[in-house]
């Protein structure tokens, strides 16, 4: 048993796979090797000269004899089975009997019912078993298939380098995604990508930029931030699906208490800077929370909050339109947010507030339609309850992809329209002035959405 202290701290990107595994955890016991069968020829199955002796000079410079550990670890309390790779084992490459142990550590968290936590430093699949090593990805994502369906939370940790097949199978596929600074990321390796290609697209940073990655977590910091996501996602799974079925209850208001008059104050308070944003809201409704970045698709809208928050000793999951206009990449994320909810049995809460989808020609070139529909699709077939509450502005179709059916409240600073006043009007070929009345005959303040069935209710201040 390696006891790693309360402080270890993660100073290089570069550590051996026992150097990174202390460094996050508070203690591991190595996972004992399944015996998988050696090649059936001297180097390899690919009689690959010198393989052998390659081999041997790994195993003497690191002290390992494959490129993986597998262990049982605690990480600030909460048990998993924690895998680390050796780069300095033939740079971190997958081959058969790496992917037995993957294989092994998997099944062992699958028995015991634990998250599975990677610590990824690798240049793919390994050349001198060829196509032996490359088929160890459909192993690995077929593992990984059989942990979502137990309901069982994947993390992620990306090192340097993480490219090839072990960022398309254990990298990419994980539900929480973090990369350390700097770290180089891509399937295409250094040596083999376009000379001309931007370096950027390959880093941490440009990954997270393009919605791939979650977050980019400083060395110093990597240890809490498992700890957190541990914290939230290390008790789910079909054990937690009773309380699942619990609906959260909404956030109190934060705004104005007074019902609107009008159509048009409606339309006012909702508008007004000065009202409650997201942030305030999660801000005041969690203990603490941890969110998720990008649409894994290449896209990121900064106008939406995801993630999964702690409320009275319970994790919530919950998407946050932030009062601008939604774009394609926010669908997907909060699509993906409720999906992964739905998986690990936990329960979702909606905040919607937009004045509607971004409708420019990038969001129609980016499927704003497809990802709208995808929306709306993950919260029509979620089994978690989903309780939505209208903040502010509710813009047409871009807001009710948000709005959990049967199940949305409002703020008294809120209106919801089937499209804005001011578009109903010109649609209708009226003159500018009669926009108010078009407002009062939409029937658009929370009191009238009531009346018509469309919310269960309008929800008081704390």
Not at 42 to 65: I, N, V
Not at 161 to 171: F, R, S
Request: proline residues 7%; charged residues 20%; hydrophobic residues 40%.
């Amino acid at each position: 048993m390696h006891e790693s202290g309360a402080a270890a701290p993660m100073p290089s990107m570069r550590l051996t796979a026992r150097q990174a595994m202390a460094a996050v955890s508070d203690s591991y016991v190595e996972l004992r090797a399944p015996e998988g069968a050696e090649p059936g020829r001297p180097d390899g199955p690919l009689g690959w000269p010198g393989y052998d002796a390659s081999r041997d000079r790994a195993r003497a410079r690191t002290g390992e004899d494959e490129s993986v550990v597998a262990a049982l670890a605690t990480i600030g309390g909460t048990e998993v089975v924690l895998l680390a790779f050796e780069f300095g084992y033939l740079g971190g490459s997958l081959g058969e009997r790496t992917g037995d142990r993957l294989e092994a550590a998997y099944t062992e968290a699958r028995e015991r019912r634990l998250p599975l936590v990677s610590l990824i430093a690798t240049g793919g699949s390994r050349m001198q078993e060829g196509m032996r090593a490359l088929a160890q990805l459909q192993r690995v994502a077929g593992q990984s298939a059989l942990h979502r369906a137990e309901g069982l939370p994947e993390i992620a940790v990306l090192r340097d380098p993480t490219t090839g097949g072990g960022w398309a199978t254990l990298g990419a596929g994980a539900d929480v995604i973090l990369a350390l600074p700097g770290a180089q990321i891509g399937f295409a390796g250094s040596r083999v990508r376009p000379a001309d290609a931007d370096p950027h697209a390959y880093s941490a940073e440009g990954q997270l930029a393009a919605g791939q990655i979650d977050a980019v977590v400083p060395p110093d910091r990597l240890r809490g931030a498992l700890q957190r996501w541990l914290h939230l996602l290390g008790g789910t799974g079909r054990s937690a699906a009773g309380s699942a079925r619990e609906p959260v209850p909404p956030p109190s208001a934060l705004g104005l208490p007074e019902l609107p008059e009008t159509g048009r104050s409606a339309v006012a308070r909702a508008r007004d800077a000065r009202r409650p944003r997201a942030e305030a809201y999660l801000r005041a409704y969690f203990d603490d929370r941890e969110e998720i970045s990008g649409d894994r698709c290449g896209g990121v809208d900064s106008g939406i909050r995801c993630g999964f928050g702690r409320r009275g000793g319970r994790t919530i999951a919950f998407a946050a339109q932030c009062g601008t206009a939604t774009r394609p990449a926010g669908f997907r994320t909060a699509a993906r947010l409720v999906r992964l909810a739905d998986r690990l049995g936990i329960p979702v809460l909606t905040l919607v507030d937009t004045p509607g989808a971004a409708n420019d020609a990038e969001a129609e070139r980016a499927g704003a339609g497809a990802a709208i529909a995808d929306a709306f699709a993950a919260l029509a077939a979620a089994r978690v309850p989903i309780t939505s509450l209208l903040i502010g502005e509710g813009g047409s179709g871009g807001a009710l992809a948000l709005a959990a059916p049967g199940s949305l409240w409002a703020t008294p600073d809120s209106y919801f329209s089937v499209i804005a006043p001011e578009l109903a009007a010109a649609i209708l070929k009226r003159d500018p002035q009669e926009v108010h009345h078009t407002a009062d005959q939409l029937h658009i303040r929370p009191q009238d959405l009531l009346d018509l069935d469309i919310i269960r209710g309008i929800v008081p201040p704390a």
